[in-house]
């Protein structure tokens, strides 16, 4: 096949409605309850699905799975029985005799052990030991002269970060185990319709770490469809083989997607330095001199994360910060303030003001300056933003 052409910026930005709404966040109890953002708290899950005698009813059939992943990535002749395991929880490694320190001991997340055999697990985001003693977790499997394996249970797989011993571990991976328990459920029919409390569950735990996203419905298809054919590239749909397209297209559309997100990041650390710049050298003055009380001492830019995108006027004694907000940081303002506004122009430079500190900000407002403007360079003589400072802190709406 031909060499494919490299995607068109417009392509990206003609796709982005119809996959934002692809990707946005679906019903799932693993995200309501933000459960699964702490290694304890999947460790308490797999613990569970690992057990046994475990309330899911499955028997050992999720062990026997877990072992059949173990068993196929080590050498024949050190395979463990299939079946079989005790399962425990938070279990110290040997060599931490004496006060044990929490934050560096090697704690076994979960262990697997009969008379026999042994699977010690590591639970962490990454195939990486952070920092724990693979020997001593090695120590823990095959103490009493057990036959031991230590596994890596991880969310992502990265073999670089593999060291120190734990280069020897066997990794698994969330999707790995649960997509094998996924198969075996959906041959189950009797389980399902006997047990179906546990059903909805796995099938929530599934669709949270195996399936991604929801697909896309048909309108949001035929709006896709209408996008490939307005920027010309129709053409793909003819092409051959379809898997090799279809792979192309998607790293191509990650590449550009990757670059304009990083030039909009670029572009946004642009305008906080070009908004904090003109505080400094303009709006400082324009403000101090009408400001009725609390003139504003101090330009800062101290916040990073979601808040990054901001520009702090610091005013004297008691009187409330303003603050001058933008992209993200907006949106984020957008959702916590009391009076939301009713069609937020994200182009725009937004104000807002402190509140009292269980409120956070009590009201913002659009200033009719645009990000552009920013970036080309405001002049001395425009007051937009100084009046929207002096609107918002003479004239506090009641909250």
């Given amino acids: ?38 290694e304890k708290q999947l460790s308490n899950v797999f613990a569970w699905l690992l057990d046994a005698q475990g309330t899911h009813e499955l028997g050992d059939a999720p062990q026997r799975q877990f072992l059949d992943l173990v068993n196929s990535a080590i050498p024949v002749g050190r395979r463990l029985p299939p079946a079989g395991y005790e399962v425990a929880q938070e279990v110290v490694a040997p060599g931490h005799e004496g006060k044990l320190d929490p934050a560096s001991a090697d704690i076994s997340d979960i262990l697997l052990s009969s008379t026999d055999a042994a699977v010690v697990v590591e639970n962490f985001g990454t195939s990486d030991g952070h920092g724990h003693n693979y020997r001593r977790y090695l120590a823990l499997g095959t103490a009493g002269g057990r036959d031991a394996v230590v596994v890596l249970m991880c969310e992502r797989h990265v073999p670089h970060l593999q060291r120190d011993g734990w280069e020897n571990a066997v990794v698994i991976t969330y999707a790995g185990f649960l997509e094998a328990l996924r198969t075996h459920v959906t041959a189950d029919r009797k389980w399902r319709r006997q047990h179906p409390d546990q059903h909805v569950f796995l099938r929530q735990l599934f669709e949270h770490f195996v399936e991604g996203p929801a697909a896309m419905n048909t309108d949001d298809t035929l709006a896709f469809l209408t996008a490939m054919c307005k920027t010309g590239e129709s053409a793909r749909y003819g092409q051959r083989p379809r898997d090799r397209v279809t792979e192309e297209f998607g ?149």
């Fill in 1 to 38: 096949m031909a060499d494919s052409p490299a995607i068109a910026p417009e392509l990206v930005r003609a796709l982005v409605p119809s996959l934002s709404r692809s990707l946005a966040e679906q019903f799932n109890v693993f995200r309501v309850m933000r459960h699964g953002t702490h």
């Fill in 251 to 399: 790293e191509l559309i990650a590449a550009q997607a990757r670059r304009q997100l990083e030039e909009s990041r670029t572009l946004l650390a642009s305008v906080k330095r070009g908004l904090r710049d003109y505080a400094n050298s303009t709006l400082v003055g324009q403000v101090n001199e009408l400001i009725p009380a609390g003139p504003v001492e101090k330009v800062v830019t101290r916040f990073v994360g979601q808040w990054e995108w901001c520009v702090e006027l610091q005013r004297s004694e008691d009187n409330p910060t303003v603050f001058l907000e933008f992209g993200p940081t907006a949106v984020v303002e957008q959702e916590r303030v009391s009076r939301k506004l009713d069609d937020p122009d994200y182009s725009q430079i937004f104000i807002s003001l402190q509140g009292n500190a269980t409120e956070g900000i009590s009201h913002l407002a659009h200033t009719g300056v645009h990000l552009a403007e920013v970036l080309t360079g405001l002049t001395c003589d425009d007051v937009r933003l100084r009046d929207a400072v002096l609107d918002i802190v003479t004239d506090q709406p009641d909250v």
